[in-house]
């Protein structure tokens, strides 16, 4: 999510649209709608990784683990990328302007939105080595604006939301746009990716139902809604990121600073955290110290902080 987010996308969506949203297909009997969600049955513990500072203006977007023991945070008000030891040590920063989604790509490289902020309109993807002493950014992607969240998939294409446009984009290595899966993938309003087989996930944020949506890397056209997590259309919940965590979804409502819990096959739901700063990123920690995948995740949020969750 990006600084225009708390006026032009809130503002869009009170004035504007309507639950269920263009371009987005449902099943027969259409997504599970959640009531109030209950408390996830899990005990999870919140401690400070990093802290923050002047909420908004130390915005911290999102975040990523390159599985050699630094974790990768984009700063898209500061226009940096940070990576951290294990520990809470900076270890290295190097500017990206409007830097935002932030991923691992099969080949062991880090790739990077740039451009995700309204004061860098003219965005795209770039590519670092994140075993360099100092790390330097190339463009891979370039000319594209609006966009906020990345995934790649083990092929390395390259998937791009962009939460005020239909249609998640579709890149190929070479930076290439795949014209036809965009078309097919027309889904308003996405934010946060996360790729888990052959699915593509996509939190929606300019939908007051706030759904989750799947969409298959082999047949876009066929997306579909797993859940809708605002049974009132006035308390939407400004989805942002996703993970996936012990077989379910961890989606961050950046509105209401929770952790949601989705399954991804019957769309039950639970919050896991609440009380958070506006989260925008959560991903599971992987190859970071003594910190357990299988326990550990970590969340940036738009107060600058970078919190350690601790699940079970």
Request: glycine share 12%.
């Amino acid at each position: 999510m990006r600084i225009r987010r708390s006026m032009a996308v809130v503002g869009s969506m009170l004035a504007a649209l309507t639950v269920g949203g263009p371009g987005v297909s449902t099943a027969a009997s259409g997504p599970p709608a959640a009531a109030a969600l209950d408390r996830c049955p899990e005990r999870a513990s919140v401690t400070v990784f990093r802290e923050g500072g002047i909420p908004l203006l130390d915005w911290r977007e999102n975040l990523e683990f390159d599985g050699r023991g630094t974790l990768w945070v984009s700063h898209v008000t500061k226009h940096r990328v940070e990576g951290y030891a294990p520990d809470g040590t900076l270890r290295t920063s190097f500017a990206v302007p409007g830097a935002g989604g932030i991923r691992r790509g099969p080949d062991g490289m880090m790739y990077v939105n740039f451009g995700v902020n309204q004061l860098t309109p003219h965005g795209g993807i770039m590519r670092f080595d994140p075993a360099a002493a100092q790390p330097r950014p190339e463009k891979v992607v370039e000319g594209i604006s609006g966009i906020n969240g990345l995934a790649i998939d083990a092929a390395g294409n390259f998937y791009v939301s962009r939460e005020l446009a239909t249609g998640v984009l579709k890149f190929r290595p070479d930076g290439t746009k795949d014209e036809e899966w965009t078309r097919k993938a027309n889904v308003f309003g996405t934010n946060g990716l996360e790729i888990v087989g052959d699915q593509l996930y996509a939190s929606v944020i300019t939908d007051t139902a706030s759904p989750v949506v799947r969409i298959p890397l082999n047949d876009p056209a066929r997306h579909t809604r797993v859940v809708e997590l605002s049974p009132n259309p006035l308390k939407l919940k400004l989805l942002d990121d996703l993970t996936y965590f012990r077989d379910e979804l961890v989606v961050a409502s950046f509105r209401d600073g929770e952790l949601i819990r989705v399954d991804p096959a019957t769309g039950r739901s639970c919050v896991l955290v609440s009380g958070l700063r506006m989260p925008s990123s959560v991903r599971v920690a992987r190859g970071f110290g003594d910190h357990d995948p299988r326990r550990d995740l970590f969340v940036v949020e738009a107060s600058g902080r970078v919190l350690r969750v601790t699940v079970g």
